[in-house]
T-cell receptor, first 112, second 110 residues
Framework: AQSVTQLGSHVSVSEGALVLLRCNYS??????LFWYVQYPNQGLQLLLK??????LVKGINGFEAEFKKSETSFHLTKPSAHMSDAAEYFC??????????FGTGTSLTVIP | KAGVTQTPRYLIKTRGQQVTLSCSPI?????VSWYQQTPGQGLQFLFE???????NKGNFPGRFSGRQFSNSRSEMNVSTLELGDSALYLC?????????FGPGTRLTVL
């Protein structure tokens, strides 16, 4: 079975600072990789996805992620944090069976 | 296109009762997956239905069941509710390879 590890269950950054949320996956086949964001009392919203095209993937709200096969990583970054970025972020991996495996989530706090 | 809808949004039940949750996927999507989200366990996969057939299944007891209708709408049922079943239940419809989530049903078991 595949698995996803998100390092750091809580991350705090100052407004305007770099956001870096870490995700590592285990997969024996080229995976599909995703980042989702969840605001309180809402479902998950897709931020971006990697589906074996460009390794640097740009998403919504200024986020991007880079697929590094050698490191089995798919870290999420944003150059400048905004207050509205405060939320829970989930990394997920999927294989050809359409079964998704989610990380445990990282709660992002943005300090004004 | 309308998004994924889930009903009801909030539900309060007592131990031993059963509950049915409903999910309407995005039009044209044939795959529906269900997840349980709790603060301690995160997102846990329950099962996936595709064209009325269960295609994938997570590691949950038989009290948790689901089905999918010919119009792709899906229901999940939990029988003999336990306190630990209190959670946010999320439904996701899929146009592979990505999933689109509904707002969830918040189930509280007293």
């Amino acid at each position: 079975a595949q698995s996803v590890t998100q390092l750091g269950s809580h991350v705090s950054v100052s407004e305007g600072a770099l956001v870096l949320l870490r995700c590592n996956y285990s997969s024996s086949v080229p995976p599909y990789l995703f980042w989702y964001v969840q605001y309180p009392n809402q479902g998950l919203q897709l931020l971006l996805k990697y589906t074996s095209a460009a390794t640097l993937v740009k998403g919504i709200n200024g986020f991007e992620a880079e697929f590094k096969k050698s490191e089995t990583s798919f870290h999420l970054t944003k150059p400048s944090a905004h207050m509205s970025d405060a939320a829970e972020y989930f990394c997920a991996v999927s294989d050809n069976s359409n079964q998704f495996y989610f990380g445990t989530g990282t709660s992002l706090t943005v300090i004004p | 296109k309308a998004g994924v809808t889930q009903t009801p949004r909030y539900l309060i039940k007592t131990r031993g009762q059963q509950v049915t949750l409903s999910c309407s996927p995005i039009s044209g999507h044939r795959s529906v997956s269900w997840y349980q989200q709790t603060p301690g366990q995160g997102l846990q996969f329950l099962f996936e239905y595709f064209s009325e057939t269960q295609r994938n299944k997570g590691n949950f007891p038989g009290r948790f069941s689901g089905r999918q209708f010919s119009n792709s709408r899906s229901e999940m049922n939990v029988s003999t509710l336990e306190l630990g079943d209190s959670a946010l239940y999320l439904c996701a419809s899929s146009a592979e390879p990505e999933q689109f989530f509904g707002p969830g049903t918040r189930l509280t078991v007293l």
